[in-house]
């Protein structure tokens, strides 16, 4: 058993672990460059510390929980009806869904980003039928704010969403759906009492994924947002290559990271324990 899993364990040393190591003891060095008069010597948290005061990154640092939390709800409100319209498909529509997102998987995030920045434009077709409904009587700025990131980060994390969830229904056997049925439940009973809780392993891995992916993205809020809606993965970016202040970058990177795997736990926790279904 070991033998199987060793290239995935050396996998993540060498491309996971020792690079994390690396990152936080860089954030534990002093920059050559600081201005500061005064720079703690040798290894120390000067830079969390830093981090922690600079009201700019604990705003990007909010900016993007708050972000990233309001994308995975509506990711999971878009991707689990379509999980469940999969489940009822026949196998060659089911065949052929999966194939779509897939090939939206294998998309260029830019891409992606640019036809989000056409449609969504001054002129875009979304302004253009908002004012032939009457309901703008001129063109809206959709774009360069919150939520067209949003937007765009819910189009991106959908599939990260559909297929855990899918593959939590499809196992659920057809006697858990008929069983409440006997007993004279409705639809909508049947699906809020019994398979969503069975579903729940495939939610948790959804969205604590469609989490972390929007809580890490750079893409996506560099080309649909604006300097006033910069997120901590831009912050940590300029830090890196346009200042080369490695360890404040390290910081806040171990920052980000840190308070993802704690927000994660917590996440599993509360559903161990309140919804108590294991995951």
């Not at 510390?49 to 929980?65: G, M, N, P, Q, W």
């Not at 908002?130 to 700025?141: G, Y």
């Not at 959908?158 to 196992?171: A, H, K, N, V």
Request: hydrophobic share 55%.
């Amino acid at each position: 058993a070991f033998l199987m899993i060793s290239p995935l364990l050396f996998f993540l040393l060498a491309f996971y672990i020792i690079p994390f190591g690396e990152m936080f003891l860089e954030s534990l060095r002093p920059w050559a460059n600081d201005p500061a008069e005064i720079q703690a010597a040798g290894l120390s948290l000067f830079q969390y510390e830093k981090a922690l005061d600079s009201a700019y990154i604990v705003r990007a640092l909010i900016r993007t929980f708050e972000i990233s939390t309001i994308s995975v709800i509506i990711t999971f409100l878009l991707s689990y009806p379509v999980a469940l319209l999969m489940l009822w498909l026949s196998p060659k529509t089911c065949s052929a869904f999966l194939i779509v997102i897939f090939i939206s998987l294998a998309a260029s995030l830019i891409v992606r980003n640019y036809g989000w920045l056409v449609v969504l434009a001054d002129k875009g077709p979304i302004n253009n039928l908002m004012i032939a409904l009457s309901i703008f009587d001129r063109p809206q700025r959709l774009v360069y704010n919150q939520w067209a990131i949003i937007v765009g980060l819910v189009h991106y994390a959908m599939p990260f969403m559909i297929l855990p969830i899918y593959g939590s229904l499809i196992r659920i056997p057809n006697s858990q759906w008929e069983a409440p049925r006997t007993l004279g439940a409705g639809s909508w009973t049947t699906l809020r009492t019994v398979i969503m809780p069975l579903s729940m392993p495939g939610v948790f891995g959804g969205t604590t994924l469609c989490f972390a992916v929007c809580a890490s993205a750079f893409v996506t809020p560099l080309m649909l947002g604006s300097p006033s809606t910069a997120m901590i993965s831009q912050v940590a970016a300029e830090q890196l290559l346009i200042q080369l202040n490695f360890p404040l970058g390290s910081a806040i990177i171990f920052i980000l990271t840190t308070l993802t795997f704690i927000l994660t736990l917590v996440y599993a926790l509360w559903i161990r324990k309140v919804l108590r279904v294991n995951v």
